[in-house]
């Protein structure tokens, strides 16, 4: 039924209940697992590479790489082979749909913070934009489980 389940991450404790379940879905599939994360592009230079050749980027680029590498030895040590992960700069559900797209995508599954009025106003949501928008089914988890 699915072939490639894909699990985003930001590192985060909510992220990893999200990531528990897409594990689950690829060993119940015998599916390939793709995990994402994205540094969010903000206006903090005057170029892209002005941003990218900075510290901050260089520190965000390591917690990225940490988050994904954690998310492929946990898939390894569930005993799926087909893992891949990437690190990218860009608008988080922007990335995260065009990932899909390129990737040929099955299935995503995110987690997301419930978050309710004016504090889901001004923050907005990633995986709702995502929900939103996505060309494949999503399953959200709630992040609160992971507390």
């Known amino acids: 039924m699915y072939d490639s389940v894909f699990v985003p991450t930001d590192g985060s404790d909510g992220s990893a209940i999200a990531i528990e379940h897409a594990i689950e ?5 015998d599916a390939d697992l793709h995990t994402y994360y994205v540094i969010e592009s903000v206006q903090m230079a005057e170029t892209i ?6 510290d901050m ?10 988050a994904v590498d954690e998310v492929v030895e946990r898939a390894q040590t569930a005993g799926i082979d087909g893992v891949e992960s990437s690190v ?8 995260i749909l065009d990932y899909v797209d390129e990737h040929d995508i099955d299935i995503v599954v ?11 106003e001004i923050i907005g949501s ?22």
């Open 25 to 29: 879905l690829a060993e119940r599939y």
């Open 49 to 54: 590479d002005d941003f990218t050749d900075t």
């Open 57 to 66: 980027y260089g520190r965000l680029e390591d917690a990225g790489r940490g």
């Open 88 to 95: 990218d700069l860009g608008i988080p559900h922007e990335a």
């Open 110 to 120: 995110m987690a997301t913070a419930g978050r309710t009025g004016d504090e889901r």
């Open 126 to 147: 990633v995986t709702e934009k995502v929900i939103r928008s996505a060309p494949v089914p999503v399953v959200v988890v709630n992040a609160a489980e992971a507390t």
